[in-house]
């Protein structure tokens, strides 16, 4: 069964930072592009970041130099390590399989002091 799992959303001061992760199952991630997503309260899902099948990173130049994606090969894991967060980061933050569309339940996550 193909899966997504996401986890390590939380809450954390302004300033802060955390470590998204979203392990998959009934697939391995370098077979694909993954991608990370998120949608505040009122908002349209926007694109966070995207990882090649080669391992190539993409970012929105509004996120470039505080949001790295990564992959865990061996752990079969796609990791979101987000830094320097504000109150405009607060979202539910979902991980995707792009080939399929394929989506997780999502991960909250609320900067806030």
């Known amino acids: 069964q193909v899966q997504l799992v996401e986890s390590g959303g939380g809450l954390v001061q302004p300033g802060g930072s955390l470590r998204l992760s979203c392990a998959a199952s009934?697939?391995?991630?370098?077979?694909?592009?993954m991608s990370w997503h998120r949608q505040a309260p009122g908002k349209q899902r926007e694109l966070v970041a995207d990882?090649?099948?080669?391992?190539?990173?993409n970012y929105p130049d509004s996120l470039k130099g505080r949001f790295t994606i990564s992959r865990d090969n061996a752990k079969n894991t796609v990791h979101l390590q987000m830094n320097s967060l504000t109150p405009e980061d607060t979202a539910v933050y979902y991980c995707?399989?792009?080939?399929?569309?394929?989506w997780g339940q999502g991960t909250q996550v609320t900067v806030s002091s």
């Open positions: 995707r399989r792009n080939v399929g569309n394929i």
């Open positions: 009934g697939f391995r991630v370098s077979w694909y592009g």
């Open positions: 990882i090649t099948s080669g391992g190539s990173p």
